[in-house]
């Protein structure tokens, strides 16, 4: 397992009182595959993602748990050794590559600031690594003298793919890498990551809300809902035969074209305040196929070798796919 | 009870009247505002009843019992921050001085606001050779130094505290003219002035009603801060000599002092305080228009 | 802040918004354009001011002929100035001579000195200028590393003094500022003289390394002194805010998860992106500073411009005054100018929306 985190559990200081953003989520990122991470905004997906590479808000902190890359612990590891190897073995796709980019500086000095000072070349050696980047991405060559607002948007998310590679990390972190962008730049931009995914034999780990992106590109995925990890397991497997409820949802919830008319059913509420979170499973208020047992939380169980979730109900999967299918299920 | 009708469209008048009240209400809520508010009220108390708390005339020679001229004393029960160099009691003239700092301050800050705030909706709002023109007009105000006008100014006027009002009303509205035409411009485009414009309001109407509250509380920043920026200049022009000589401002204080050698001999009574007098008010002003950028621009809290 | 004053977000209308749309037009034209017409709205308000005065000055009660003809000029004085100044001619031929002297660089004789008010200018303008200078670099650079570091370290305990501190240096008048400075410095501890920019009669005052003789250093400490204190404040809170902003962008965030050291995320990237309003600051505090110093100039005697402009007007030498003022004028929209250029020509952004 190229990347786990063990209990992992982040906290919040707010204005508003102290809340838990990520709460005991076991995540397994394997080697060379593209792992979707999904869930409903506020679900906890970026604060996880930011916390993989070490770099959170300044009012965020891990409170407890393990996040072991290659083996070894980077949160007991220390800041110096972690912002030493940051990049290096794990990079960043921001969300919004429109703003990561500084505005005062070309892109191509942008980059050959990272290779230069952290990647210990020389400027002759940066130079051509960073046309190699460019044309690794699709970006001519002499694109790299451009300030980044010369850039258009697909071409920019492009550049922070071209960065991101830039020190040959394993595993990079693509948060909404193609959320603000329109529908044919996102499938460029999403065969391009599994191209270069392929092609370099890195780890993925792409944070999104989006089904249909999870469906195109991703090998697993894992399903997140009010800061714990819901259920995880191979794409086809999730998507096809969800056993939580909330996945069960999460499909009725997105446009499939495959299929012919089918009504979108919106799961009904909201997400608990995570500032005082129910304190049994935390999608029971919402969940169709509540019972009393859901008033405790549920543990994360496989389901087989591959595929694991937390549901008290997990045995009754097949049955419950069958009345989530039907849209009064889902109406109060 | 039975409902009552509620009038779903106001009239322009009560609109605008809301709209005040709102930023009224600024100065009670804000802690910074009140505070700012608080300190003008007591400097207008002091302006009103100077007469009253003032134990001398302002420019009234003091003479001691023997007959001998009361001038340079020091601090005393008598002459709580001693006499000038001519023998005047300075506490007296500090307390008199509020009332041409707050006549100033506050007819120069209104004059400042009004022509800004109509020159910036109107060139906003209009937009084509009007909105050219304004502009134009507001760069030839800036392109005029501000304390050097007024010194122009005085030479060809009778010194009075009118002078400040004057040149100020002439020039300093530039800078609020450019902010709030800046603000209308990006109201203007703005989905709902679209509505009331399809719907058939009529300019004035969407002036008071939509745009006016996105654009007052701007006036109002800018005025509280104009206050200030309206004393500390009087206070300069009589330092240098041409400010009025009728009535006693700090400034003049200042500038008697200076010129009696007050600063060789450190009679730090008769400097200072005028000085410390000016300070609180401006920043009174300072906190005032706190409050009203809370409105414009509130602090996420994180 | 409006204390920070919001310089760049209220530039005015664009004045050759009707400039036809070039597509081929590369990327310096569209510079060139632009700088072209902000130059061309300096001339333009140079103009206006120049044509203002003037008026004030033709306007004014009692006879025009005053403001250029001191009665105790000689006869042949007297006519030399009607003709050098059309002073006989109707008002638009005035003008036009009034302009034509103006661009030549005739502003007239001083009554008071009995010498030409160009020359008088630039004999005090370096004056004016060594202080305004060193005044306001000492003033920025304090300001914008203050501010930086309050930005960085964000601790409210230490923002609780620093911020009421900066208003209180910018609500309180410079004169008075200057005032207690010159009684405690140099009168009660006699550390530095009390007025002046060179010692009386001294050798160290002629040449142009006058300016870096111990003696201009001494004189000129307390007056620099006072109005970096004053101007201080904007740049601190300008920087400040521009930094707290910066800070939360994401390229700052982007820079700290590519691992960089603290100093390139703050320095090379947040602070260089943080500091572009302040340089356009600067350039236009140096036009505000040169009319607005006249104050500080009268309290420590400052032979400078603002001092030789309040002489001027105290004595009724109507020629200096009106010299000065345009000279301060002049200086201040040029800076407005060159602030424009600075604004255009460092943020790579702003040729975007041509």
């Known amino acids: 397992m190229l990347l786990e985190t063990n209990d992992l559990t982040i906290g919040y200081r707010t204005a508003s009182g102290a809340l838990r953003a990520v709460e005991g989520v076991n995540l397994a990122i394997p080697e060379g595959e593209i792992v979707g991470l999904v869930g409903e905004s506020g679900c906890g997906k970026t604060t996880l993602a930011r916390s993989l590479i070490g770099v959170m808000a300044g009012n965020a902190n891990i409170e407890r748990g393990e996040i072991r890359f290659q083996g070894r612990d980077l949160v007991s590891s220390g800041a110096r050794y972690w912002k030493d190897r940051r990049w290096r073995d794990i990079a960043y796709i921001p969300q919004s590559a429109m703003n990561s980019l500084d505005p005062v500086y070309r892109v191509g000095d942008q980059l050959l600031e990272v290779l230069i000072r952290r990647g210990g070349m020389d400027r002759a050696k940066a130079k051509r690594r960073a046309e190699e980047l460019f044309e690794l991405v699709g970006i001519e060559a002499n694109r790299l003298r451009d300030f980044p607002h010369e850039f258009s948007g697909g071409m920019r998310q492009r550049a922070a793919i071209a960065l991101a590679l830039a020190l040959d990390p394993t595993l990079v972190i693509a948060d909404e890498p193609v959320t603000a962008l329109d529908v044919i730049v996102q499938r460029q931009i999403l065969d391009t990551l599994d191209d270069l995914q392929k092609r370099l034999g890195i780890s993925v780990l792409l944070v999104t809300h989006d089904i249909s992106v999870v469906a195109y590109v991703c090998d697993r995925v894992a399903v997140m809902y009010a800061g714990k990890l819901v259920e995880e397991g191979p794409v086809d497997t999730v998507l096809g035969s969800p056993v939580h409820p909330y996945s069960m949802g999460l499909m009725n919830a997105f446009p499939d074209l495959g299929r012919a008319s089918r009504t979108l059913v919106p799961i009904e509420g909201a997400p608990p305040d995570l500032h005082d979170p129910p304190a049994g499973c935390r999608f029971a208020p919402r969940c169709p196929f509540v019972v009393d047992a859901c008033s405790e939380p549920p543990e994360i169980e496989a389901v087989d070798e591959t595929h694991r979730a937390a549901c008290w109900r997990m045995g009754e999967a097949e049955a419950l796919r069958k009345d989530a299918s039907e849209v009064t299920t889902w109406q109060t | 009870m039975p409902e009552q009708t509620v009038r779903i469209r106001p009239s322009r008048r009560q609109a605008f009247l809301r709209s005040l009240r709102e930023l009224g209400r600024v100065l009670i809520s804000d802690r910074y505002a009140f505070t700012g508010a608080l300190v003008y009220v007591a400097f207008i108390v002091v302006a009103a009843l100077a007469g009253v708390l003032a134990p001398h005339d302002p420019t009234e020679i003091l003479f001691t019992p023997d007959g001998m001229l009361a001038g340079d004393l020091p601090p005393s029960a008598e002459h709580p921050l001693g006499t000038t160099s001519l023998g005047r009691d300075i506490y007296s003239q500090l307390l008199y001085g509020t009332r041409s700092a707050l006549l100033v301050g506050l007819v120069a800050a209104f004059f400042v606001v009004a022509i800004g705030t109509l020159v910036g909706l109107v060139a906003g709002y209009m937009g084509g050779i009007v909105d050219t023109i304004l502009m134009r007009i507001t760069d030839i105000a800036f392109g005029i130094p501000f304390l050097p006008f007024v010194i122009v100014l005085s030479a060809f006027l009778e010194p009075s505290i009118w002078n400040v009002v004057l040149a100020m009303s002439l020039i300093l509205w530039r800078d609020t003219g450019r902010v709030i035409r800046s603000q209308v411009l990006t109201v203007k485009h703005r989905a709902f002035i679209e509505a009331a414009r399809v719907s058939g309001s009529s300019t004035a109407r969407i002036l008071f009603v939509h745009i006016a509250p996105n654009v007052l509380p701007i006036s109002l920043l800018y005025g509280s801060i104009a206050v200030g920026w309206a004393i500390l200049t009087e206070a300069s022009i009589s330092f240098l000599g041409f400010g009025a000589t009728d009535q006693i401002s700090w400034g003049y204080m200042l500038q008697d002092a200076y010129l009696s050698q007050a600063l060789s001999r450190g009679a730090w009574h008769w400097f200072v305080p005028p000085g410390l007098a000016i300070v609180v008010i401006v920043v009174a002003g300072f906190f005032i228009s706190r409050g009203y950028e809370d409105i414009l621009f509130p602090k996420l809290k994180d | ?354």
């Not at chain 3, 009692?62 to 009607?82: H, K, R, S, W």
């Not at chain 3, 005090?124 to 670099?137: H, S």
């Not at chain 3, 910066?246 to 700052?252: A, G, I, P, S």
């Open chain 3, 1 to 354: 802040m409006p204390l920070a004053t919001t310089f760049a977000s209220s530039r005015g209308a664009p004045i050759y918004s009707y400039v036809r749309f070039d597509p081929e037009a590369t990327e310096f034209m569209r510079t060139a354009r632009r700088i072209a017409s902000r130059f061309a709205q300096m001339v333009f308000v140079l103009w206006a001011v120049a044509t203002i005065l003037f008026l004030v000055f033709r306007l004014m009660p009692g006879n025009p002929l005053v403001a250029y003809i001191d009665p105790t000029f000689t006869e042949e004085q007297q006519q030399e100035l009607l003709q050098r100044f059309g002073l006989d001619r109707p008002l638009h031929e005035q003008y036009v001579i009034y302009l034509g002297n103006l661009l030549r660089g005739d502003l007239g004789d001083s009554f008071f000195y009995r010498d030409s008010v160009t020359s008088l200018l630039w004999d005090v303008f370096p004056n004016t200028l060594a202080l305004t200078m060193v005044a306001l670099i000492i003033a920025y650079v304090i300001g914008v590393l203050l501010g930086a570091l309050l930005a960085w370290l964000r601790t409210s305990r230490f923002e609780g003094i620093a911020i009421p501190l900066v208003l209180l240096s910018r609500a309180a008048p410079e004169f008075w500022l200057g005032m207690i400075l010159l009684a405690i410095f140099s009168f009660q501890l006699g550390w530095f003289p009390a007025g002046g920019a060179f010692t009386a009669g001294s050798e160290a005052a002629v040449g142009p390394g006058r300016f870096f003789s111990l003696d201009f250093l001494r004189h000129l400490f307390l007056p620099a002194l006072t109005l970096a204190i004053y101007l201080h404040g904007l740049p601190l809170l300008l920087m400040r805010s521009n930094m707290l902003e910066t800070l939360k962008e994401d390229f700052v965030t982007m820079a700290r998860m590519k691992g960089l050291s603290t100093w390139s995320v703050l320095v090379r990237h947040a602070a260089r992106n943080a500091l572009l309003p302040v340089l356009t600051a600067f350039a236009l505090g140096i036009g505000y500073s040169i009319g607005g110093n006249v104050v500080v100039e009268t309290v420590f005697s400052w032979p400078g411009i603002g001092r030789l402009l309040v002489r001027a007007v105290s004595a009724s030498d109507y020629p200096l005054a009106q010299g000065a003022f345009l000279m301060i004028a002049a200086v201040m929209v040029f800076m407005n100018f060159v602030a424009d250029l600075l604004y255009n020509v460092l943020d790579p952004r702003v040729n975007q929306d041509a």
